[in-house]
């Protein structure tokens, strides 16, 4: 699967994000089985850009690490269970920040590629209908984020040392 790949802030394309993406896209389409033809796009941006997107789309006033936009409604109707799967070959979009990414990347001691990967998977996994709000949700979306980034040989970001 590949994404389309909108690259606003150069230091994305330094950092190869048109072939993360494409192989966290991948991922999540093997592991999860979608059907061909899916679409997704991503903007690769800074935190300002990020920051703007937050406030209109969120309320929140600040940069944070990745957003997405599905393209219809998939979320599961009880805690921990199934989302519903896509009705429609477009999933939607994500927007990933470099700064913050990269700065979450220094702090856990992790390779900005693997965690901009991370952060791809889990925009896809909420495009997909899976989220972290409620405890049964949120340990879902984990077991498929550890177990997808596992087969692109990228270690657990949740476990810790």
């Given at each position: 699967?590949?994404?389309?790949?909108?690259?606003?802030?150069?230091?994305?394309?330094?950092?190869?994000?048109?072939?993360?993406?494409?192989?966290?896209?991948?991922?999540?389409?093997?592991?999860?089985?979608?059907?061909?033809?899916?679409?997704?796009?991503?903007?690769?941006c800074?935190?300002?850009?990020?920051?703007?997107?937050?406030?209109?789309f969120?309320?929140?006033?600040?940069?944070?690490?990745?957003?997405s936009?599905?393209?219809?409604?998939r979320?599961?109707?009880?805690?921990?269970?199934?989302?519903?799967?896509?009705?429609?070959?477009e999933?939607?979009?994500?927007?990933?920040?470099?700064?913050?990414?990269?700065?979450?990347?220094?702090?856990a001691?992790?390779?900005?590629?693997?965690?901009?990967?991370?952060?791809?998977?889990?925009?896809?996994?909420?495009?997909?209908?899976?989220?972290?709000e409620?405890?049964?949700?949120?340990?879902?979306?984990?077991?498929?984020?550890v177990?997808?980034l596992?087969?692109?040989?990228?270690?657990?970001?949740?476990?810790i040392?």
């Open positions: 699967m590949t994404p389309d790949v909108l690259i606003e802030d150069r230091r994305w394309a330094a950092a190869g994000i048109e072939a993360l993406a494409a192989r966290a896209c991948d991922g999540v389409a093997r592991h999860l089985s979608l059907p061909g033809g899916a679409e997704v796009a991503v903007l690769a800074n935190d300002a850009r990020i920051a703007a997107l937050n406030t209109d969120r309320g929140k006033p600040r940069p944070t690490n990745v957003l936009w599905p393209s219809e409604e979320g599961a109707d009880r805690d921990g269970g199934a989302p519903r799967p896509p009705r429609d070959p999933l939607g979009d994500i927007a990933i920040a470099y700064e913050t990414c990269a700065a979450e990347a220094e702090a001691g992790r390779p900005l590629a693997d965690h901009a990967t991370h952060l791809v998977v889990h925009g896809m996994l909420h495009l997909l209908g899976y989220d972290h409620r405890d049964g949700d949120a340990a879902l979306m984990e077991e498929h984020e177990a997808i596992a087969t692109l040989g990228i270690a657990d970001p949740y476990r040392g």
